[in-house]
């Protein structure tokens, strides 16, 4: 058996190991903190990064230039892309019923089809312009 100076050393090995653990555990709950901390910053931010504006498909990043007067002249007309753009925006707002409502002539008897003029009478365009 040893000593009390070897039971001494032993005891003091046994407390620096112990002092050992403890830091090392305390660092790995502080980088796991960090880690959370990190990633939970990256979840939360919703805005993105500004990038430079090019022309890709679909959507990365295009913004398109503000309407001026010539498109502005463009669209009353009814011309190039302002036109279409001011073609669909009737479309949408005119209130039309979809043309899926709009039924397809029927064959008589004799296999020719009723003419046009009676199935739509009275009826407004089916493109919501008139």
Known sequence: M????????????????????LLRIEAEKE??????????????SMVADPE???P?????GFQAEAPGRLQAVQGALGVGHAGDVAFAQKLLNSGQAPLGSVSAPEQSAAGSKEGSAGARTGAKPALGLG
């Open 31 to 44: 980088a796991a903190r960090q880690r959370a901390a990190e990633e939970a910053a990256k979840k939360s």
């Open 56 to 60: 890709n498909w679909p959507d990365d």
């Open 2 to 21: 040893g000593d009390a100076a070897d039971e001494a050393r032993a005891l003091q090995e046994l407390e620096q190991r112990r002092t050992a653990e």
């Open 52 to 54: 430079q504006a090019a």
